[in-house]
């Protein structure tokens, strides 16, 4: 329980910093949201790197060792800005942020239950079915509105985005736990994920420096939601769970939403408006119950809780 509280704050501080990603993309139109997303995870990732230098080197044994789960963190960090701002590019700033970042603790939950051995609970379940529905009203918001269905693809991309999240979450946390240091397992994990997106970047990223504005906006994606952000949330899962730090950073959506509606102007119809606040009601049930349950107990994990 030492320094949880401030494990807690930094993570509250990291949702905050993340929810402001969907509206700023929007002031870089020309942008495609690969491009997007390739400069601020693939910059902000190699800033790990960077400044995890000295840590990664005593750590190198410990990494080596643990070689399958860095690449498999790495590999979700490069997906996971792609499916992002593909999500939100295609459904909205709201419904993009929201499915992506409720769906990850479900995907944490499924993780830790396959690979950890943990056990579901029944509130973990009712959480997924109602999340389920939510997601189903959204889409079929989209469908009876008479638009070409980007909605539903923008639901798909925010699953996987879910997942990728909660996968590099779940990573960087077992790399903790096998006595790697956080600063070097942040460092391989996002270092590897950024030199992975390089390519993506060098493809799609020209209208990022075509104008000021563009080059502005990926400039302060890459250095403070992404680099600061993931900095902080390196510190915060030193000291929790990836689920509850997946679970603390459901703030994220919050924000996006009212960003979205205030500054984008975007606006939900009656069904949409639904599925929302289903999701929102994810959200909330997610933050006050335990996502998973000791197997050897049966009593829920302390780290699953806020």
């Known amino acids: 329980m030492n320094g949880r509280p401030a494990a807690i704050g930094a993570l509250v501080l990291t949702s905050i910093l993340w929810g402001t990603t969907g509206t700023a993309a929007t002031f870089a139109p020309d942008a495609g949201p690969l491009a997007i997303g390739a400069a ?23 990494l080596r060792a643990s070689g399958r789960i860095v690449a498999v963190g790495g590999l979700a960090v490069a997906v996971y800005p792609l499916a992002f701002y593909s999500s939100m590019h295609l459904a909205g700033v709201a419904i993009g942020t929201t499915v992506s970042l409720a769906s990850a603790p479900l995907a944490a939950g499924a993780l830790e239950r396959a690979v950890d051995g943990t056990r579901l609970t029944r509130a973990w379940l009712v959480a997924a079915a109602v999340g389920a ?7 079929a918001s989209d469908v009876h509105g008479g638009s070409d269905g980007s909605t539903l693809w923008g639901i798909l991309l925010g699953l996987v985005a879910g997942c990728t999240y909660a996968t590099y979450s779940w990573a960087a946390r077992r790399l ?3 006595g790697t ?33 563009a080059f502005a906006v990926a400039a302060y994606m890459a250095l403070v939601p992404m680099f600061v952000g993931y900095v902080l949330f390196g510190f915060g899962l030193a000291k929790v769970g990836a689920s509850t ?45 335990p996502g998973t349950t000791d197997v050897e107990t049966g009593e829920p994990e302390l780290e699953s809780r806020l």
């Open 133 to 139: 529905v939510g997601a189903g009203l959204l889409s």
């Open 245 to 289: 730090a997946t679970t603390i950073t459901l703030l994220e959506p919050a924000v996006a939403a009212v960003l979205a509606f205030v500054v984008v102007g975007e606006r939900l119809g009656p069904l949409g408006w639904l599925g929302l606040a289903l999701i929102a009601m994810v959200l909330v049930m997610l933050a006050v119950a």
């Open 181 to 213: 240091p956080r600063a070097a397992s942040m460092g391989a994990v996002f270092g590897l994920g950024g030199l992975l997106l390089v390519p993506v970047l060098l493809v799609t990223g020209a209208p990022l420096v075509a104008t000021q504005a």
């Open 40 to 62: 601020a995870l693939g910059i902000g990732g190699l800033l790990q790197a960077a400044i995890a230098v000295p840590a990664l080197r005593r750590g190198r044994a410990s």
């Open 176 to 178: 903790m736990q096998a």
